[in-house]
């Protein structure tokens, strides 16, 4: 059965249905971004990204090859590692352990959607956080997502999206999981 609205795609849906978590989730992270003034600030800021990332990108990656994405998803907790490298930071990171249920390739979608779509937001927060001059130019990997290839990474997420999830249930499944992944994330960075 296709979606009811006829001509709406799974990320249309996806939009409007996870559009209140989607604000929390930001209207959480805010005020970590403005307090990231200095390396020790920024390092926390980003030990939670990982804390949230890794796990969540670890439980995602059995899936992958199911989804057939054709470009490569991005291991984006690799990246965190590598700013807190060059902020000189070592060591044990908590990791969270009330992630999104990812028990299907539709699930795994959704989780998708946000982290695919918080590389969006990240290249305009590095862009803030390039201003501090007490943070190291080279510290943004996270942030700068895929770089100038960004938008049109996103584009093709959201074609194969789109041409994955068609039906009511399919969409209901990934529209699920990224209000849980919103809801998830926005738990753990309040701990931080």
């Known amino acids: ?55 969540l990108e670890e439980q995602i990656a059995p899936f992958l090859p199911r989804i057939n994405f054709p470009l490569p998803v991005s291991n984006r907790a690799h990246h965190i590692l590598t700013d807190l490298q060059v902020l000189g930071v070592n060591g044990m990171i908590p990791l969270s352990t009330q992630l999104p249920l990812i028990e299907s390739p539709l699930q795994a979608l959704g989780a998708l959607y946000v982290l695919e779509g918080s590389a969006l937001g990240g290249r305009i927060i590095a862009r803030m956080l390039r201003k501090q001059d007490s943070l190291p130019d080279n510290a943004f990997h996270f942030f700068e997502g895929h770089q100038e290839n960004t938008g049109a990474h996103w584009q093709a997420f959201i074609r194969h999206l789109n041409q994955f999830a068609v039906t009511t ?6 529209s699920g999981a990224a209000n849980e992944t919103f809801a998830a994330h926005t738990r753990w960075m309040k701990t931080v």
Do not use: N, W
């Open 1 to 55: 059965m296709l979606h009811p609205e006829a001509i709406e795609t799974c990320a249309a849906v996806l939009k409007r249905q996870t559009q209140a978590q989607h604000q929390l989730a930001e209207t959480t992270m805010m005020p970590l971004i403005h307090q990231a003034t200095s390396s020790t600030s920024y390092a926390r800021l980003l030990k939670g990204m990982y804390g949230f990332y890794q796990p």
């Open 169 to 174: 249930p399919d969409i209901e499944k990934v």
